[in-house]
């Protein structure tokens, strides 16, 4: 028993050995090749413009520009905005006898921008809310005396484009009267004029 177990102990030596021998054989031995040295060709780090205004003021109100930068962060939230009244919203001219022949106006919203000049509507933001309709809005600005409406918002009477002013309300995407847009509003809440279009 003891020689089958010797005998069998050197066959596998013999044949691991040979089986060595023949690999060794039939493969070379791999040489390493060097690899030619890479040197990096990178465009020169561009410098980036200054934001084109600030994002917020010295009295915590935003820029429209602001806004926009922050939307995912200030989205849902009372703020105040400050910028320059470009266009408020002035019905047609209807001059039908009937005023149920008229086109509907709609409720009254202006466009403000961070600069009196701009005439672009993606760079002009949407305040509504400040008034029901477009009588609240006359009875307003005729000024016999102060009027309200829902939610307390008072009826501003000197609102006046090129106006700066500054407008505290809620910023969000879709209104209580149902203007929508996908990069914000403010829903009115009041406002205090800065300075005076001139």
């Known amino acids: 028993m003891r020689a089958r177990v010797?005998?069998?102990?050197?066959?596998?030596?013999?044949l691991s050995t040979g089986c060595e021998g023949v690999t060794s054989a039939s493969e070379?031995?791999?040489?390493?090749e060097k690899l030619p040295e890479i040197v990096p060709n990178l465009p020169e780090?561009?410098?980036?413009?200054?934001?084109p205004f600030p994002t917020t003021y010295e009295d915590d109100s935003y820029s429209v520009y602001g806004l926009r930068s922050r939307?995912?962060?200030?989205?849902?939230?009372?703020?105040?905005?400050?910028?320059?009244?470009?266009?408020?919203?002035?019905?047609?001219?209807?001059?039908k006898k009937?005023?149920?022949?008229?086109?509907?106006?709609?409720?009254?919203?202006?466009?403000?921008?961070d600069t009196a000049d701009q005439s672009d509507r993606a760079e002009q933001l949407i305040i509504v809310g400040y008034a029901d309709n477009q009588e609240q809005l006359a009875r307003a600005r005729r000024g016999r005396k102060t009027t309200t409406i829902a939610g307390g918002v008072v009826v501003p009477r000197d609102l006046?484009?090129?106006?700066?002013?500054?407008?505290?309300g809620h910023f969000t995407l879709i209104s209580s009267g149902g203007f929508n847009t996908s990069n914000g509003l403010v829903e009115y809440a009041s406002h205090e004029t800065l300075a005076q279009a001139e």
């Open 6 to 14: 010797t005998g069998l102990i050197f066959a596998a030596v013999l």
């Open 98 to 113: 009937k005023k149920d022949e008229c086109p509907k106006a709609a409720a009254p919203h202006m466009f403000v921008a």
């Open 71 to 95: 939307l995912s962060k200030v989205l849902d939230t009372d703020l105040a905005v400050t910028g320059y009244i470009v266009d408020i919203y002035e019905p047609p001219a209807c001059k």
């Open 45 to 51: 780090v561009p410098t980036l413009p200054p934001p």
């Open 160 to 168: 006046k484009v090129g106006n700066k002013v500054r407008v505290k």
């Open 28 to 32: 070379p031995e791999a040489e390493a």
